[in-house]
Each structure stands twice: as C-alpha cells, then as structure tokens.
C-alpha cells in the first residue's frame, strides 16, 4: 500500500479534502495538534536551561546532565513505537489523551527527585508519553486538511514545538531563580492540561473512523517495508528526521552552555539570544510550508539542507555578539525549518492504517539518534572546543540532501489513502 503523486486524483484528504478549503474541525485539529507539540518543546528547552541548576543541587556530572536529555529521547522513540501503533489500531483522540496523562503524571514526578536515577526514571517515562504527540497529531492535523495546503498544515503544527520552546526561552530566566528547577517541572505540567482540555472536544477523523469501518486492521509496522519503494522511502525519512533531530538537540540544548563561555553570556542574555534563534526556526517552518506546497517537498528540502551547511559553518567561526545574534536566526531558519515537512511527507507516503505509526516510529527512530547530539557534541566540546563541535554537524547535512535527492518521492499533491 503506497501513496505517490500518480493517486492524487484518487485520494481524498479527509472532511476537509472533499473541499479546498479546511472546516472548523480542520482548524481545532491543527490547534489541538500544535498544542500538545507546544508542551513537547517546552518541556525539553526548559530542561537544557534547568541542566546547571539541577545539577548543581544533585551532585551530577556532565555526563549524568546529558543523559538527562539523551534518555527522555529514548522514552520518546519507545513511547513513538507504541503510541503510533495504537493510534492507528484504537484512533488519534482516544490515544492523544493516554500519552498526555502520562507526560503529565511524570513531569510532575521529576518536581520530587531526590537523585539521579529516580529523576532520569521519571524523565524516561515522560519521554514515553511525549513520543505520542508529533505522529499522532501530524496524522490527525493532514487527515483533516486539503492536498493542496497539507504542507502548511503541518508546519503549522511542527510551529507548535518552536511556540512552546520560546515560551521556555523567555519563562525560565524569570521564574528559575525564584521557584527553582523543581517548581519549573510543575509549570511544565501546564500545557498538558491545556492540551488534554482541546482534545476532550475533538472527534475522531472521519478518514480514520472509514477506514477503521471497513477494513481488518493490518500489521502497521509491515506496511513500512511493504515493498522496495516504500522501504527506500522509510529509510530516506529515517536518515533525515535523525539529521533533524542530531543537529536541533546538539545545537539548542548546549546553545545557552556555548553563548556562556564564548561570550561570557548570563543566563538572562543567552536566553535572550536563543529566543532570537528560534524565532529564526519558526520563520523557517513557516516558509517550509508554504514553498513545500508551491514547488514540491524534494526541492524545499535540499534547499533547506544546503542553507544548514553553509549557516552552521559560518556560526561556528563567529565571535561577534552583534553578528552571532542574527546568523543565529538564520541558522536556525535553515537547521530547523524543515520540521515542517516531515507530517506531510509521511502522510502521503503511508495509508491511513499506518499513517500514525509511520509518523511516530520513523520519527523518534531519527530523534532517539538525535538524543546522542548532545553527548557527541558534549564529548567534542571537551576534547577540542564547542566551536568545532558546531561546526563538524554541518557534515550531517550533506549526508541529508544525499538521502532526499535518492531516496525521497515527490509527493505534491497526492490523496491520502
């Protein structure tokens, strides 16, 4: 089972497809989907500004700080496998909801920690419940919209991430020094809440409520190797969502660490300068989205990827302040503006049987590699300097446009099945 840019006229989006334009259900999923992806980049920016802190207060080591992040990535890339299937088995609402009381029963958990091995539990196992929300609310946000803007829908959502990330750029330098490490893990159980809150109020997609009507629910995870195309296509996503993910995490969790000892930046003024590079990703998924349903997924992403090359070189060997705070938001425009087009992709390449799986396994596949960013680019750091370290990501995109340009379909325009 395949989708290709051939089926387009055979496809129907969803609700929303029949038309061209998105209905109000279309709009509450994308608000419910970029709202629980809101709370997964709050989350984890908030914990690379909490690393000094907790580990101050817990007697921890560099290494120890970094597994903090590493192994809420690898909660995630379980907590895709086994969400992703069951959205697709059980229905995106439903399973939406059990991956937010989870986050937020743990979250919480982490507020209470008393050392290192009980709080990296309860990171791991938030990291479970976070490793739900981008597949299943991509699937539940490009079912529910036209073809034709099904890109900007999904980046759209992936802005979600980047909102709640600047959110934790500006909150944390305001409330740490005051309610601490702890009391921001409570703060981090808010946007669950709101989360959980927009989804008691959707219904399942009617793409999904048809296809789980009247068809036996096949083995998801077999249909993402059903035959070559579609296995070369899994491979491609694989290799590109693990570059996203090594270049965002080994980039923004040890930003502030870099800002720090390059420049001498407080807590207050590396937030400030972080801030501006996210909102660099934020222009840059925007523009994803837009150029993706304009001139196709393949061109805008080597694009993308050719500007991450030249952008991360040419930051590595800044020492400007001036000059670094705005290459910094265009670095960030091209390293992670291409988020926005990974929901796309995915739901067009894959049937609505395994639409959700394919999002959040071949996803958190490449963010489970995307966790060691921060250990690889931790342990360079201290065997040459962070500057190097920076600069050597910029080899990780090359290989990027390799895999878009021979592994990945052009799918513009093509019906979901």
């Not at 129907?12 to 497809?17: D, E, F, L, Q, V």
């Not at 050392?115 to 990291?127: E, K, P």
């Not at 934790?168 to 809150?197: D, E, K, N």
């Not at 966790?371 to 360079?380: L, Q, S």
């Given at each position: 089972m395949e989708a290709n840019a051939d089926t387009a006229e055979h496809g129907t989006a969803s609700?929303?497809?029949?038309n061209d334009r998105p209905d109000t259900y279309a709009w509450k999923a994308l608000a419910g989907s970029a709202i629980g992806y809101a709370m997964d980049g709050f989350d984890l920016l908030i914990l690379g500004f909490m690393l000094p802190a907790i580990g101050l207060d817990l007697h921890l080591t560099t290494q120890q700080s970094g597994a903090l992040v590493t192994w809420t990535l690898i909660g995630a890339v379980g907590g895709g496998i086994l969400f992703g299937s069951l959205s697709d088995r059980?229905?995106?609402?439903?399973?939406?909801?059990?991956?937010?009381?989870?986050?937020a029963l743990f979250t919480g958990l982490c507020a209470f920690a008393?050392?290192?091995?009980?709080?990296?539990?309860?990171?791991?196992?938030?990291?479970?419940?976070?490793?739900?929300?981008?597949?299943?609310?991509?699937?539940?946000?490009?079912?529910?919209?036209?073809?034709?803007?099904?890109?900007?829908c999904t980046s759209y959502v992936a802005l979600g991430w980047q909102t709640g990330g600047l959110a934790a750029s500006l909150l944390t330098p305001a409330l740490l020094p005051h309610i601490g490490w702890r009391g921001m893990f409570l703060i981090g159980v808010v946007p669950a809440l709101?989360?959980?809150?927009?989804?008691?109020?959707?219904?399942?997609?009617?793409?999904?409520?048809?296809s789980a009507s009247t068809t036996k629910a096949p083995n998801a995870f077999k249909l993402l190797i059903a035959d070559a195309r579609i296995a070369r296509t899994s491979l491609g996503v694989v290799i590109l969502c693990s570059v996203q993910n090594f270049g965002y995490y080994g980039i923004m969790i040890w930003l502030p660490t870099y800002l720090a000892r390059t420049l001498g930046f407080g807590l207050t003024k590396s937030a400030l300068w972080t801030s501006v590079t996210i909102v660099g990703m934020m222009v840059g998924v925007y523009l994803f989205g837009q150029l993706a349903d304009r001139i196709g997924r393949k061109p805008t992403f080597v694009l993308f990827q050719a500007g991450a090359v030249v952008m991360v070189i040419i930051y590595s060997r800044l020492s400007d302040p001036g000059v670094m705070l705005w290459a910094g938001a265009v670095m960030g425009?091209?390293?992670?503006?291409?988020?926005?087009g990974y929901g796309a992709l995915m739901a067009e390449a894959y049937p609505?049987?395994?639409r959700a799986t394919a999002q959040n396994v071949l996803f958190n596949i490449g963010r489970g590699v995307g966790g060691f960013g921060?250990?690889?680019v931790g342990g360079i750091a201290a065997a040459y300097s962070l500057q190097t370290a920076i600069a050597l990501l910029a080899s990780l995109y090359v290989i990027d446009i390799i895999a878009t340009i021979f592994l990945i379909p052009e799918l513009k325009g093509a019906g979901l099945k």
């Amino acid at each position: 089972m395949e989708a290709n840019a051939d089926t387009a006229e055979h496809g129907t989006a969803s609700n929303a497809g029949s038309n061209d334009r998105p209905d109000t259900y279309a709009w509450k999923a994308l608000a419910g989907s970029a709202i629980g992806y809101a709370m997964d980049g709050f989350d984890l920016l908030i914990l690379g500004f909490m690393l000094p802190a907790i580990g101050l207060d817990l007697h921890l080591t560099t290494q120890q700080s970094g597994a903090l992040v590493t192994w809420t990535l690898i909660g995630a890339v379980g907590g895709g496998i086994l969400f992703g299937s069951l959205s697709d088995r059980f229905g995106r609402i439903r399973v939406l909801t059990w991956t937010i009381v989870l986050f937020a029963l743990f979250t919480g958990l982490c507020a209470f920690a008393q050392g290192f091995w009980d709080l990296l539990t309860y990171r791991t196992i938030a990291g479970i419940g976070l490793g739900g929300e981008f597949g299943i609310g991509m699937a539940l946000a490009a079912e529910a919209w036209p073809a034709r803007l099904r890109a900007r829908c999904t980046s759209y959502v992936a802005l979600g991430w980047q909102t709640g990330g600047l959110a934790a750029s500006l909150l944390t330098p305001a409330l740490l020094p005051h309610i601490g490490w702890r009391g921001m893990f409570l703060i981090g159980v808010v946007p669950a809440l709101v989360a959980w809150f927009v989804r008691t109020r959707l219904h399942e997609p009617e793409m999904f409520v048809r296809s789980a009507s009247t068809t036996k629910a096949p083995n998801a995870f077999k249909l993402l190797i059903a035959d070559a195309r579609i296995a070369r296509t899994s491979l491609g996503v694989v290799i590109l969502c693990s570059v996203q993910n090594f270049g965002y995490y080994g980039i923004m969790i040890w930003l502030p660490t870099y800002l720090a000892r390059t420049l001498g930046f407080g807590l207050t003024k590396s937030a400030l300068w972080t801030s501006v590079t996210i909102v660099g990703m934020m222009v840059g998924v925007y523009l994803f989205g837009q150029l993706a349903d304009r001139i196709g997924r393949k061109p805008t992403f080597v694009l993308f990827q050719a500007g991450a090359v030249v952008m991360v070189i040419i930051y590595s060997r800044l020492s400007d302040p001036g000059v670094m705070l705005w290459a910094g938001a265009v670095m960030g425009m091209f390293v992670n503006g291409m988020i926005g087009g990974y929901g796309a992709l995915m739901a067009e390449a894959y049937p609505t049987a395994a639409r959700a799986t394919a999002q959040n396994v071949l996803f958190n596949i490449g963010r489970g590699v995307g966790g060691f960013g921060p250990i690889v680019v931790g342990g360079i750091a201290a065997a040459y300097s962070l500057q190097t370290a920076i600069a050597l990501l910029a080899s990780l995109y090359v290989i990027d446009i390799i895999a878009t340009i021979f592994l990945i379909p052009e799918l513009k325009g093509a019906g979901l099945k």
